[in-house]
């Protein structure tokens, strides 16, 4: 009970010292450190709202990009109206009410089903902006204003930090069990009471609630913006093997996952443009060859190589 | 009038139904891989790739027949394939906890290969986009007027399609990769060679991947980052059509071209709003694609 | 025709199996009694190579099939008809039967061997194009059963075929199972309708724990005390 | 004490090297950069008198994965990692579109390449450049040349983004005002499979000539169509594709692309400059260069070498205040921008392809050879 | 009044009539066995009233109040919990979260997480499973993992519970044990449906039994008229019907 105890005080005196190191980045780091951190923030954002429905339900979105896009284009339209913080809450309200009207229509659907129909909404809603701007409106793209490094750095902190509180809370409370048992048999868990398709639209719009937090705060550091870009699917496909490479299950799975990504991709890139890709493909076959259950597996075996503790875990 | 009418239904139905077929062969292969060998493989677009780049060096250096070059680059797609589920993703079902799992790393894993087909694409071919021109003439039919190679094509793309159905659904073969797919340790009692057996899987979708590459670059200009295009089509398409099974991936692949090629006949800036549309009131419709159960 | 030596095997580091030695010989029904989580399901799979014996030895009709893969074990002549029933859900009943004469000898003579299974359970011809994953539980209990003779097996291992069966069935079932014994296959039978087993069994072995605590002629075993007590709640 | 230490010019660029852009990165604009840091380098480098000598150029090169994103962190860590002297620009108007602010932001100057639209002026950023011709130069030319040959009815299609936006609704009004008949006027989607409903509609309005705001791959679709259809009309233009000399006549052979229209333009005839150029090319990567940007930014590159050594220093803001006021003379010709830092001397605004040459056929000083109308049919085999 | 009144429930698959036209009632506090051949529609019935199936006529009232048209989860917070024939479990969940679910959820209104804990320990011990409840549910064996389905159902706090073969895979001693189970949540005061093949536990544990063939009610009495009753034996008991212990 007692070494239960000192662990989750060291544990949360980790977490404390991390979040106060990170902000106060842009006070002592070179600003370039801050632009690749506000990435890795990004990143992570996307990764953890996304494992925080697809992770326990097993329902895989691709449709992170719309959800960051809806964010994207409120930054557009309303950037120039109105301050940064009241932005990105519009554009978060933005991609929950998207969300809310998409779970309500696909939720029913299973497995790839599922995923293709959300890699089918990014699709056409690129398309179909596109579409109407260049046929209604005579024109695409938008230039948004744009914001300070050490604002956008600041703002993507503040969102990651509230929806890593938030998905600890949710997990934590009966709806978190009630998640992971949708996974497991969706019909088993209405049988035992749970209210399936209520539960899975909230979580999932909670979400996208973030996803367009972070869109409508990353849109700044762009300038200019069109739907191949608000939308793009990379943003749907990244999270998610970001967070498959972590280790879906625990909430720190997709953060580790998100941060070893991007760094090591931009590492990659900025040291062998024209084979990066070639050693990231490499990297990422191997590591998925010798680390099954992901980053976080990996770590756990260590641990317990390491501790010597003989524990039931799943 | 009348006529006229009628020669527009045709031409409209008939392109649609070319550019069918070409989504249909790509779209099989990775029906089979997902459908039966569970690998959503993320990367089908870069053996279709491959196999469009192996016949356009063959013709434009060698002067290979396109046609001819299917009898070179399918199995040699199809030995990439074979050999890649062997060693790589055999193991990976081995070691993945869960067959959920296994999805999830096994995708990862295709991501890799994505990323490795295409840069070593990149360095051979050079990144830049490339054609050929082969049979490019028209033909009349009915007063509508096609190009030859695209009735080729299609042609082709039926046969396939038709030969590879057959296959699966009477051989004892075909039996065992559907009843690996849905059970592959009780498969293993029945007698069946489950990693065997899902190595062909892999190996005929890459196959099929490959022989897709070689049409589409007789009628399409071809670069080495096309992949993903044509896998999300793919994928479209096996879901439009009812997972796993072979005559639905078919029948869904003509279905997109028919709807891309009415619209497009009547609001072109409307032709990819439309696929969406329809493939996601399709599967609000039917849940389970057109022909899945 | 099966022997058995010195089998151990694990769920990962919690051992299931400890030291099991036992043999089946050609044209005899042996029963495996043990209560709920003894280990037999866990045997059954160590055999057929859903599983692999950390140690031990099994032995075929002369040939070591222990650490072999299912097809191998199959192949050598031993079918499983698994507990659960385990059959392919999205395929028919037809095709279900079909799977089980996967294996080149059978597949030849797969035919007759449909007709077979239908004329010993019919239940099964009315619902030949049914998807088996929509069929009741009993039906699919039938459908395992029917599948697993279906490779012409010369031993049959079937775990708990009775469950989920109505009485008259079950009867029925044990009449089957006696007529593959009169056609020369071996048996190699788990079951928990003990009494019943016991009747028509030659021999039995008890399972608990994972090991084997008591064997011998099925007779013997009926009026031993502790199986009265244990297994069959008199 | 810097000072002794400088040995190199450092010049880096985000640009895409993998993705769906690369492929377009690789036929225009993308070869001529390495070509100019070779070139430099062949002559010593470039004398900067601060400094007392010349020094050697250095590209260094990150790719962007075709994602914007990307680019701005990567143009960042150029300018304050790298700390790089000069940073050259990304590939694609939308990506200009982001890189402009931020070079501006930190003092750098960007020399617009391949890409740019009119709405970028109204950013008014002093420290970007723009060197290519867009719309509002070649719509009025292209207008002209109809009007000269003849063509009383015109197809338009715009690819449905910024570039068929502006190219579409610049060249409507002027085919008007010169009299053509604009019959049909319609956009499709980026990445659309099938061209051919249009092609045919326009055949059946019976149009003169047809006019695509297209991008290479969807050039390539319709030339591939319209050719394997048999689909002919008297003139046949296409915006962004013509111009590579590598993918277009090298696909479709030169008796294939006979008399098809395109943007840029120039050739070896422009001037005695863009022929040298033209042979360096060859000689480097065994093809020719791309015939619409090529000359464009090679010449604003030299322009860029006179106004530094000119400046004598690596100050950004002094050269940038060169830049904006001199002429130089390059490889085109006298090279000077206007107030807006845009470029105005471009060497040709249509080209046509000709016995395999790209001719530059604008009414005026800069035509290479005349129209040929009507274009002949495409070739049957 | 009975707790669970069925009319006219009827429910077609393509053409078969898995149950037709059925009437039924259950009273508070009694154990009602329901019996017939494989492929009768015992389990289908289940389905229509927990409403995993909805019927295609007919109407089913559960305390007075009409269900027929209500979803699953509504149903078992309305106090009626159900385990499945074929497992359903939460595979990768541990034992006890697999129960803990049931007891959030299940009831009307909140729960305090400490006295789901105590319903779901509670539930866990009282049929046994109380060691096992760290290991993952998948470990478990089949008979156990129908023996966590229990614990879930309990775990919902019902007061009216279905049973579908719960004791298919039990020795005879274990069935012992399980009807002892049964009766123990009859003595909660919790009524039961229970479908089993198992004649003992059938004969010794119901009160009431009703035989459905072919989808249809062909008798239902006491566990005495039942097996006495011709056409049931001919259909389902079979001529060992003498041997109703084994
Ligand atoms: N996948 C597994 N992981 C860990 N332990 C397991 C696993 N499967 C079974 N066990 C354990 O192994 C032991 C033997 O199980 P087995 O299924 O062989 O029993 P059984 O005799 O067939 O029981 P039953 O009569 O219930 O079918 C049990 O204690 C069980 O908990
Ligand atoms: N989804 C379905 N589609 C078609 N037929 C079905 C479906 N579900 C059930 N059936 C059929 O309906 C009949 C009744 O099935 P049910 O599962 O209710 O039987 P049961 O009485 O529970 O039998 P058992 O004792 O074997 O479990 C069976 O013949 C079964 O094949
Ligand atoms: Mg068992
Ligand atoms: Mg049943």
Redesign the pocket.
Known sequence: MKKTTSKRMFTFGLVLLILVLAACAPLYAPVYTVILLTSILMYMTIAVSWALFSGPTGYISLASAAFFGAGIYTSAILGKALPLPLVIVVGALASFCLALLVGALTLRLKGIYFVMFTFGLVELLLHFILWWEVTICGTTGRVVPPAGNATVFYAMLIILVILVLTVFIIRRSRYGLALFSIGENEEAAAHAGVHVTVLKIIIFAVSALFMGAAGAAMATRWTYIDPRIAFNPLISFMPVLMAIFGGIRPLYGPIIGAAIFTYLEEFLITRFPYYYMLIFGIIMVVAILYMPDGLVGLIQRLWKGISGRKHADT | MGSYMMVTILDVVISGLLLGGIYAVTAVGLSLQYGVARVLNIAHGEFIMLGAFITYSLYTRFGINPLICFAICGPLVFAVGFILYRTLFTRLRMSSPTPGAFEGNSMLACFGLLFIIQNVAILIWGADIKGYTYLAFPVDLWGARFAANRLVTLGFALAICLVFYLFLANTRLGKAIRAAAQDPDTAGLMGVRINQVLALCFGFGALMAGLGGALISISYKIQPTMGLEYTMIALIVIVLGGLGSIPGSFVGGLVLGLVGSIVTHIEPGLSLVAYYVIFMLLLLIKPTGILGK | MLQIHNINTF??K?Q?LYDLSLSVEASEIVALV????????????TLSGLLRPASGRVVFLEKRIDGRPSYAVVEAGISHIP?GRRLFPDMSVRENLEMGAYLQRAWKQKGESLEEIYRLLPVLKAREGQLAGTLSGGEQQMVALGRGLMSKPRLCMI??PSSGLAPVMVDEIFHIIEGLRDQGIAIFL?E?NVRHTLEIADRAYV?EN?RIILAGKSEQLLSEELIRKAYLGL | KEAAVKDKIRIGQAISLSGPLAGAVAIAGGPIYELWVEEVNKNGGIYVKEYGKKLPVELIRYDDKSDIGTMTNLLEKLILEDKVDFVFPPWGTAWLFAAAPIANKYGYILIGGPGGALKLKELSLPYFFQVLNFSETQAPALADIFKGVGVKSVAVISRGDLHGIEYGNAMVPYFKKKGIDVKMNKSFPPGIKDLSPMLKEAKSLNVDAFVAAAYPDGGMLLTGQAMELGIDFNAFFISVLPFSPKLYRGTFGAQGVEGVMGGGAWNAKTSPGAKELVDKFVARFKEEPDYWGGLYYWSSLQHFQQAIEKAGTLNQKKIRDIMAKEKFNTALGPFWYDKDRYFVNHPGEIGQWQKGVFEVIDPGPKRTAPPEYPKPPWPKK | MPILEGRGVTRYFGGLAAVSDVDFQVEQGEVLGLIGPNGAGKTTLFNLISAALSPRSGSITFRGKEITDLKPYQICRMGLARTFQTVKIFGNMSVLDNVLLGAFFGGEGRIASADAAEAAASALEFVGLAE?AA?PA???????QKRLEVARALATRPELLLLDEMME???PTEVNRAMGLVKMIQDKGITVVMIEHVMKAIMSVCGRIMVLHHGAKIAEGTPQEVSTNRTVIEVYFGERADASDS
């Open positions: 769920y990962g919690a299931a043990g209560s709920n989580g003894a280990g037999k399901t866990t045997l059954l799979k507990e775990d708990e788990v928990q399972i994972g | 096992a290991i998948r470990d478990l064996t089949l008979a156990n895979g039990l020795n």
